[in-house]
């Protein structure tokens, strides 16, 4: 069993930054592949990015890709969402999810909801214009 606990969301101006953290309970955190997701009021659940448990490979949604950044701290049981150049579309709020399927170190991480095991409560993120 995995928790997960996120933070770091807030308010922000667009084109600011904001960093999210993931805290992790449970001693097997390094050997899962963590995600991003977000979910904005009306609509599903959707991709933001994910890295595989060596932190060798990383996987992005298009529409964020050159300006958010996954990373892990498998010593701190941790992973971030570095976020920069905001847009108000960014607005929603982001949950951390842990995949606990033990794939090939070289599989990209999954971008599928449904193949995540476990889900942290989220934590708002707010980009105005």
């Known amino acids: 069993q995995v928790q997960l606990v996120e933070s770091g969301g807030g308010l922000v101006q667009a084109g600011g930054s904001l960093r999210l953290s993931c805290a992790a309970s449970?001693?097997?955190?390094?050997?899962?592949?963590m995600g991003w997701f977000r979910q904005a009021p009306g609509k599903e659940r959707e991709f933001v990015a994910a890295i595989n448990w060596r932190s060798t490979i990383t996987n992005y949604a298009d529409s964020v890709k050159g300006r958010f950044t996954i990373s892990r701290d498998n010593a701190r049981n941790t992973v971030y969402l570095q976020m920069n150049s905001l847009k108000p579309e960014d607005t929603a709020v982001y949950y951390c999810a842990a995949d606990e399927r033990i794939g090939s170190p070289f599989e990209t991480p999954s971008p599928l909801v449904y193949e995540y095991d476990y889900w942290g409560l989220g934590t708002q993120v707010t980009v105005s214009s």
């Open positions: 449970g001693r097997t955190f390094n050997t899962y592949n």
